[in-house]
């Protein structure tokens, strides 16, 4: 998850969307609309809570990892993004057409404005805050 925020935040879109799972066909968008989807961001920090519902089953793996979204759009507008993240991946051991179903990939993302993702520690957004705070001033 911080290589999706990073490659966000460095404006390599492409990667970024090729981190969604089926190389980039379960954000839903071609790889133009995702960048275009993005690209109104001056600044973007995804800060990523603690894993949970942890699934394993049929020799697939599953995970929801929390995150927040402190962003500014380059109109000069706040945004404030939080929610779950399901990631994906293909077990070991399982044969599948394509190598890269055993790496973690993106399957869902649920991320709505405001609010506070469950496992999402405090201390986590009390420095994402300080970061954006000391960001502005500059």
Known sequence: MRRYGAAIAAGDYRAAWAMWQGHGRASGMSPTAFAASVAGYARYQLSVGIPFDADAGAGQRYITVPVRVAA?????RRLALAGPIVLHRVADGID?????DHRWAIQLADLAAGGKPAGLQTE???AVAASNTAADQH
Not at 72 to 76: F, N, Q, V
Not at 96 to 100: E, G, R, V
């Open 96 to 100: 599948t057409p394509d190598p890269a």
């Open 124 to 126: 986590t957004l009390d």
């Open 72 to 76: 500014r759009l380059k109109t000069g």
